[in-house]
C-alpha cells in the first residue's frame, strides 16, 4: 500500500523529532519513497504555541491502514506526545492523509483525512513530493492552496 504522511513538531528539537519519527518508521514494515524538504508553519486551531516544522512522506507498507495509524500513534507516544489539549503543542503529530484509493471513516480513523484540503502546513510539503496528485476533491494539489502561512525552513 502506499501512503503519504503528515508529520509535524513545535516543542523541544523540532528536527530532532521530525528525523526519529522517520527513522522509527524506517524501522517498521515502512519504506520511505520521498520525503519533503522542512516547512515553518503557524500553528493551526487556535492556541497559542510555537511554530511548527512540517514534512510529508510518500511511504510504501504492508501495513493495513488501521496498523499503520497504531505505529504512528506508537512513534508519537515514543517520542513523548501528549494529548492534552486539542491542536495543542506536541513533540510528533503524524497524521495519515491518504492510503492508495482508500476511505475509512470510523470514530478511530479517516482516510482521507478531513482537513487534507484546508491545511497549507499539509499541502505545501505534500505537493513537494507528489506534484501530480489528485485529490480527494478531484482537483490537482496544484491547484488548492490551503489556509495557513508556510515557509521554507532556511
Not at 43 to 61: R, S
Not at 64 to 86: F, N, S, T, W, Y
Not at 96 to 107: G, K, M, R
Amino acid at each position: 500500500m502506499n501512503a503519504y504522511l503528515s508529520l509535524g513538531s513545535n516543542m523541544g528539537d523540532r528536527g530532532y523529532y521530525l528525523h526519529q519519527a522517520l527513522d522509527r518508521l524506517r524501522d517498521a514494515d515502512v519504506t520511505l519513497r520521498g520525503v519533503s524538504s522542512v516547512y515553518v508553519t503557524e500553528p493551526w486551531g487556535g492556541v497559542e504555541q510555537e511554530k511548527f516544522w512540517n514534512i510529508a512522506a510518500w511511504i510504501e507498507t504492508s501495513l493495513e491502514p488501521l496498523e499503520l495509524l497504531h505505529l504512528c500513534q506508537g512513534i508519537e507516544q515514543e517520542l513523548g506526545r501528549k494529548r492534552l489539549v486539542r491542536w495543542g503543542p506536541r513533540t510528533i503529530d503524524m497524521d495519515i492523509l491518504l492510503c492508495d484509493n482508500v476511505t475509512i471513516q470510523t470514530p478511530e480513523l479517516s482516510i482521507p483525512h478531513p482537513h487534507l484540503e484546508e491545511r497549507a502546513f499539509v499541502l505545501t510539503p505534500l505537493r513537494e513530493i507528489a506534484p501530480s496528485l489528485i485529490l480527494p476533491s478531484g482537483r490537482l494539489i496544484q491547484e488548492v492552496a490551503g489556509e495557513g502561512k508556510v515557509w521554507p525552513l532556511s
